[in-house]
């Protein structure tokens, strides 16, 4: 005898429903694959029978939430990379021959060649020497004061034309480029690359995603951000160096933004939030380990590999996971989406109804797979809606955060302390923002963090430069409130996105943080050179905006993830919660 799936069945007979009928006493199911006609049925009934958060799931969010701890270590550790150390410039040939004659130390070479930075200053120069020619024959041993200086009395100053002298404690790209000086700036490009790689990557990668699967495009994520992380160690000039870090940016991204969609895919609307917390979580402690590792750790080139082999392991690991039976369900590969669900619910100690294969079989349908298209985002006036608020509130909320990071003197800073921090401040904001919107929701804690976010910022511009502490923790408490924000709106992104294009969907979205990434530092300095607080009430402005526009949005809590463009459209037109709290759109062509 045919079994029933236990989410097909109904308080009367057991029967099926047609997309069309409607009978006394029982709720109408919309049942789909993705096909337009016949019996359809989505991957939230399937999950029902195979377990919405078994064992299979439960390793599969591991693995993915390891992910972000690697990703982690991609965004934080140029400020361990970065690091200038105390330098000063390099003695010429003769000056070497003369330090070897007169046995001077490295010390002493630097307080006879190099002036101070200011006259009458303890801090020495840092791209300046003093003009002599070392190579006349009369040079003692003793210091030369009397050719530092012109018959006016002024001080014989050069720069720096034989390299330079750089701690020796630790090395940094700094010191193995020579990033200082007149090429100080590449130090600020050097950080800002990784940000045109996330720009891009996310857009390729959630592209690709979505085009051909899940599953083998992290697994090109997670080699190609080891491959191009191995590089970067190895780049034996400047140029190359800035190649790979983009190339790490672009493969980094993907692996963010994949991980996350395909934890949301696997589980049960219920537990959609506990994954994203998870996945969120990780991201936050892999920013308290990587001070660990930099403090052990002391050369540049350890510290990238440290950062980017983990990627190779998790790479042989991930081939493990399946591929998204979501996924092949939109792209109608409904073999592939059984065999999958199968081993799942194998894995989970449940069954398979042999219902469902009947369905699912049945709807072969001849029609062709669209490819994901940036046009679908706006095809429909809900798509439209959802796409232009999601992407303001990912630019402001991302410009938010990184400002108010800078503001800290959190970004390219050698503080072990600091970067600690800056990840367990995250740790609680993230659980404690998705935590709220299980029995609250999405959107009223958005605009409440965002309110929080707002307030903090203005109260900051009125406290006094004077009371530097009391800034510093007020500022802190806003960072506090926007990591809550952005915490709840990866959630809601994904949440809204239908499942044909949810990669590319957010990838598009996140696309605006990073280039809000980029943005931030001109917005902060540029600013604050009209008023030191204008950034800060700038971006109290942003959020509060940002947190209205959420309020929109349809709400996402227990809501079943739509499938196509078509349950976009139908998801805010009538619904109503089940048993299991999860909300199922109901037919409104049903019949008499």
Request: hydrophobic letters at 45%; proline letters at 5%; charged letters at 20%.
């Amino acid at each position: 005898m045919t079994s029933v799936p236990a989410s097909l069945r109904t308080s009367g007979p057991q029967q099926f429903l047609r997309r069309d009928t409607t009978l006394p006493g029982t709720r109408p199911l919309c049942l789909h694959t993705g096909g337009s006609s016949g019996k359809m049925v989505t991957f939230d009934d399937v999950l029902r029978d195979i377990g919405e958060f078994g064992r299979c799931q439960k390793w599969i969010v591991l693995l993915l939430s390891l992910c972000g701890v690697t990703f982690s270590f991609i965004t934080a550790v140029f400020g361990f990379l970065g690091v200038i150390p105390s330098h000063w410039c390099r003695g010429s040939p003769a000056v070497v021959g003369l330090r070897e004659r007169c046995g001077w130390s490295l010390e002493e070479e630097r307080n006879y060649t190099v002036p101070p930075a200011k006259s009458g200053s303890p801090v020495y120069s840092q791209c300046e020497s003093y003009d002599i020619d070392w190579n006349l024959t009369y040079l003692s041993c003793d210091y030369p004061e009397v050719l530092i200086a012109n018959s006016s009395g002024e001080v014989l100053r050069t720069t720096c034309k034989d390299g330079w002298f750089f701690d020796s404690s630790r090395t940094t790209i700094v010191s193995e480029y020579d990033l200082v000086c007149d090429d100080a700036w590449k130090v600020d490009l050097s950080r800002g690359c990784i940000q045109i790689g996330f720009s891009l990557g996310v857009l390729i990668t959630g592209y690709a995603a979505d085009r051909f699967g899940r599953k083998l495009s992290l697994l090109a994520c997670l080699g190609g951000t080891g491959v191009a992380g191995i590089f970067v160690a190895l780049a034996p000039v400047y140029p190359m160096f800035v190649i790979f870090r983009i190339l790490q940016g672009l493969f980094g991204r993907g692996i963010s933004v994949i991980t996350a969609v395909i934890a949301t895919e696997m589980v049960g609307c219920r537990h959609r939030r506990l994954v994203i917390v998870v996945t969120q979580t990780m991201f936050s402690l892999g920013v308290m380990l990587l001070p660990g590792f930099a403090y052990v750790i002391k050369s540049w080139k350890g510290i990238q590999m440290a950062v980017t082999v983990p990627n190779f392991v998790l790479l042989l690991y991930c081939c493990l996971i399946p591929e998204s039976p979501r996924w092949l369900l939109s792209r109608k590969r409904l073999k592939e989406a059984l065999k999958v669900a199968q081993e799942m619910a194998d894995q989970n100690g449940k069954s398979l109804p042999s219902t469902y294969k009947e369905m699912m079989m049945a709807e072969s349908s001849p029609e062709v797979v669209k490819h994901p298209s940036f046009l679908d985002l706006f095809r429909t006036a809900q798509m439209r809606r959802r796409t232009l608020i999601l992407m303001y509130c990912w630019f402001t909320s991302g410009l938010v955060y990184l400002g108010l990071t800078l503001r800290l003197g959190l970004q390219g800073v050698e503080n072990y302390g600091d970067t600690f921090v800056a990840g367990a401040v995250e740790l609680p904001a993230t659980m404690l923002g998705l935590l709220v919107v299980r029995r609250v929701g999405r959107r009223s804690p958005f605009l409440a963090s965002s309110v929080l976010a707002a307030a903090f910022c203005l109260i900051a511009a009125c406290i006094s430069g004077e009371m530097p502490r009391l800034k510093t923790a007020v500022t802190t408490l806003a960072r506090f409130g926007i990591t809550i924000s952005l915490s709840i709106l990866f959630l809601v992104t994904n949440e809204l996105q239908p499942t044909s294009i949810r990669s590319f969907g957010v990838s598009v979205c996140l696309s605006l943080s990073d280039i809000s990434g980029l943005a931030a530092p001109l917005v902060l300095y540029k600013l604050a050179a009209v008023w030191t607080e204008l950034p800060l009430v700038i971006f109290g402005a942003l959020a509060l905006v940002a947190g209205g526009l959420m309020m929109l949005l349809p709400e996402t809590r227990g809501l079943r993830l739509p499938e196509n463009i078509k349950d976009v459209e139908n998801i805010g037109r009538l619904y109503r919660h089940d048993q299991d709290e999860c909300k199922e759109m109901i037919n409104l062509r049903a019949s008499t």
